[in-house]
């Protein structure tokens, strides 16, 4: 089955800078690529996804890039905001569809600080 | 509603007993997820709906967890004879075409 790792697992930044949390994927029939965003007690909300016909996603401070051949995908968060404090998960959608089984990454939890 | 619910939010109950997790997807959603998801970990798949039908459910860890989704709308997580290494957050997640929004999740704890 699918296996996603996410690096780092914490990720302190200063108010401002970027940060970019990175996941590989073992089944290259995935095509789905979303990223959640936990805030405590809170259920995973979803920020961004992409899919595999597309290399880059861009929503305003957020951005996830795809390298289908390298098997890794990245999310970056330009002038963080002491809001995006939280845990981020990547997942990957296995088989080929868009709909059904996604695997997670194990997480990272971001800070950042006035 | 306006997003995922989950009902009870919190359930403590004892080892033996069975429980019922109940969800209610976002209004027209066809697909709902199941997942279990441990502190400090990712969330972790148990099996998904397409409507009434059940299309995967490969991550149940054995036959006492079960669940159905009678009429395609609402879904009813099911263990029987609880063990203690049942408790955790269980949530449920619905999706129309791909993102899957996740509700609030029912916390379980077996004493």
């Known amino acids: 089955g699918e296996n996603v790792e996410q690096h780092p697992s914490t990720l302190s930044v200063q108010e401002g800078d970027s940060a970019v949390i990175k996941c590989t994927y073992s089944?290259?029939?995935?095509?789905?690529f979303p990223w959640y965003k936990q805030e405590l007690g809170k259920g995973p909300q979803l920020i961004i996804d992409i899919r595999s016909n597309v290399g880059e996603k861009k929503d305003q401070r957020i951005a996830v890039t795809l390298n289908k051949t390298a098997k890794h995908f990245s999310l970056h968060i330009t002038e963080t905001q002491p809001e995006d404090s939280a845990v981020y998960f990547c997942?990957?959608?296995?088989?080929?569809?868009?709909?059904?089984?996604?695997?997670f990454g194990q997480g990272t939890i971001l800070t950042v600080h006035p | 509603g306006a997003g995922v619910s989950q009902s009870p939010r919190y359930k403590v109950t004892k080892r033996g007993q069975d429980v019922a997790l109940r969800c209610d997807p976002i209004?027209?959603?066809?697909?709902l997820y199941w997942y279990r998801q441990a502190l400090g970990q990712g969330p972790e798949f148990l099996t998904y709906f397409n409507y009434e039908a059940q299309q995967d459910k490969s991550g149940l860890p054995n036959d006492r967890f079960s669940a159905e989704r009678p009429e395609g709308s609402i879904s009813t997580l099911t263990i029987q004879r609880t063990e203690q290494r049942d408790s955790a957050m269980y949530r449920c997640a619905s999706s129309l075409q791909g993102g899957q929004f996740f509700g609030p999740g029912t916390r379980l704890t077996v004493l």
């Open positions: 209004s027209g959603h066809v697909s």
């Open positions: 997942a990957a959608s296995e088989g080929g569809t868009s709909y059904g089984k996604l695997t």
């Open positions: 089944d290259s029939a995935s095509n789905y």
